[in-house]
């Protein structure tokens, strides 16, 4: 899904046959043909598309980071300002612009085709596609629906209880949103909140002090979703694409190193996750919620609406139990798959060579073998139910694992370093927040999978050349990119709650600010007690 919150994979003819540049209108008196020809350009977004070849340009022709010695650097960071800038002004597709790298690296010197193109495909990405798979299952079928009525109608209260009733809507988001893409989850989550909402009036009815309360109720619930769907992401490895990043620049760059798995993740994450929901919850209960807010939902709401909507839905059928059962099956397989030192998990009878990506994509494939138990030779799920495979995110995940690779074969993170060497003598008290704030501050301005791939090659190399462990950083780069909880561009998540016309940027910013700085504080704890026993961090590396 792109910043617009748009998913990829769909096409029209229209779109192939229109023209690259229309012809402009006659010229008249208060139009002439300069004029049209610039609104032509403007409108297909050409500036923005030349905004990258001429930044490579100018970097390339300006730019000396010391001679011939370092021309592979230079060009890496020309291909690097040419690719975010397409990121950023969304010039062309999200998609598009992820697979910029497979030409412009080879034409550039930084990487021979081949490998660019290997880093499109291993086992991190075969996880993300795998749980596409599974997450529009789950959208197909409508089970996310049923599991957010259910849960929701048990903390509705009866009369209304406006703060149990956000932790309910809250918690399931946060749940759904560990096991399939955050972005994904607010797309499902989304319609189910504003569907209460739509029970509640939108304003002009006159309510004076009662409509005061349910309008700030209202946004309440859509920033719970937002936020939630964002911290819930960060519990698991399949949450979000950040942690997916994480794990494949971590192999790539350490491959020596023990793995981040699944549920080494998880014994971080959860923790981490839990404190910043916990937060979240105390915020929105303190922001928006009065002792008047209960009186005034208990008009429009109740636990019967909730209760008569999930009748709608009928019976769980044979098909949603097996979604329910494949879906419970891997997250086994994923938690079992390494264990401890003394108890090595299942994947030591292969011989430690299946990785969290192959159970995915075993999982995901059973699905379209598994009968659905309607129509006669129709399984749980076929290809054409795939049709809104977030391709953009996948072949995002890929372009990052491509730059990481460039930066490290051109020698740009050794000289990017350079500017961080402060971090050399300071202790983990200093370095985790500093990491964790540069990345949260660049998060605000482009999407989290583009602040990781581009911060986290440079904190790789900056952790080996002032001697820290680099997790230390790397994780704080990570997590700090997943904190983008102030600004719509930041993230897909907070573009779809804007969309809601709930809520506006202010209320973004004073609902985010606390969430961002608990996060910030909370990791500049748990990373130095946690990390040495889940990660084998040590201050020195």
Known sequence: ???????????????????????????????????????????????????????????????????????????????????????????????????????????????????????YMDDVISLVLGSFILALAIEHYQIHRRLALNITSVFCGDPVRPALLLLGITGTTFFVSMWIHNTACTVM?????????????????????????????????????????????????????????????????????????????????????????????????????????????????????????????????????????VFGSLIVLWMTKSLTDDIPGWGALFHNNVGDGTVTIMMATLLFIIPSGKNKGEKLMDWNKCRKLQWDIILLLGAGFAIADGFRSSGLTDILSEGLRFLKDAQTVVIVPVACIVSAVITEFTSDDATTTLVLPLFAELARSINVHPALLMISGAIGAQLSYLLPPGSPSNVVGFSTGHIVIKDLVTTGLPLKIVGIASLTILLPSLGPHIFGINNRF
Request: neutral net charge; hydrophobic residues 50%; aromatic residues 8%.
């Open 1 to 119: 899904m792109d910043k617009h919150g748009s998913f990829g994979g769909s096409s029209s003819s229209d779109d192939v046959e229109a023209p690259l540049l229309a012809p402009p209108p006659p010229p008249s008196p208060s139009s002439p043909a300069a004029a049209a020809w610039v609104r032509a350009a403007l409108a297909h977004r050409y500036p923005a598309v030349a905004s990258g070849p001429l930044a490579c340009a100018a970097v390339c022709s300006l730019v000396d980071l010391g001679g011939a010695d370092h021309r592979g650097a230079r060009n890496m960071l020309a291909v690097l300002a040419w690719v975010f800038l397409w990121w950023v002004t969304g010039a062309v597709p999200l998609a598009v612009a992820s697979m910029a790298p497979l030409f412009l690296f080879p034409l550039f010197g930084v990487s021979a085709a081949d490998a660019v193109a290997k880093a």
């Open 189 to 325: 989550m989304m319609p189910v909140a504003t569907g209460m909402l739509q029970r509640l009036p939108r304003g002009g009815g006159g309510g004076g002090c009662q409509e005061e309360e349910v309008r700030r109720f209202s946004k309440a619930v859509v920033l719970g979703v937002v936020y939630a769907s964002a911290i819930g992401g960060m519990a698991t490895l399949t949450g979000t694409g950040v942690n997916i990043i994480l794990v494949g620049m971590w192999s790539t760059y350490f491959p020596e190193e023990e793995p981040i798995t699944f549920s080494s993740w998880m014994s971080f994450g959860l923790p981490m996750a839990l404190i910043i929901f916990a937060a979240l919850w105390v915020t929105l209960c303190l922001m928006y919620c009065s002792k008047n807010t209960g009186k005034a939902l208990s008009a429009y709401l109740d636990r019967s609406h909730l209760r008569r909507e999930l009748s709608l839905l009928g019976p769980m059928t044979f098909a949603e139990k097996m979604v329910m059962a």
